[in-house]
């Protein structure tokens, strides 16, 4: 079944690291979706199928996915840091890579956004831009399943044992509020 923006996650605000999770979930469908596009219609013409695929994926990385990173370096990360655990010392190791990770992820998707854009402008893609399309896809395919097995595997379940029940609310708060904001009429 295909995964709407906009649809219902698994996890609520209530379960913010099972949302976090839900997200990656999406990450990994969207970037599949860009990655298929590319592969079938290979920088040729689009049909409106793949159109509206390349424009669902272009749209779910510009919104929601700047929202996750937000959830993380901005509610999740900073509370792993205050722990005073001894156990936080390894899953804060993990997040100055993961941090590292969504710089770098962002510098792709603004040049996948910027190649896709042109393809559906134009119809088609030349090789040297094309070989640049598939460049960005394939380092965002390594960074992205590293990342979340990394998070997913590591980090989360760190984060469940080590921060409280009132920690996790603040976080699950604090992400329905970055959501409510972004629908807030401008």
Known sequence: MPIQIGGRPDHGFDEPL???SDCHRRIEYFLQVLCAVSERAAAGPLSPPQRADLDAALR???TAAPRHTADEEESLFPRLRR???AAAAQALDAVARLE???ATAARHHAAVDALVRRWLEADAL???HARELSGHLAALRT???EHIAIEDGDVFPAA???LSRDQLGEIGREMAARRAADTTPK
């Open 18 to 20: 099972g949302l976090l």
């Open 60 to 62: 779910y990385f510009a």
């Open 83 to 85: 722990s005073n655990d």
């Open 100 to 102: 590292r990770d969504h």
């Open 126 to 128: 030349d090789a040297p």
């Open 143 to 145: 960074i992205y399943t």
């Open 160 to 162: 469940g044992r080590l």
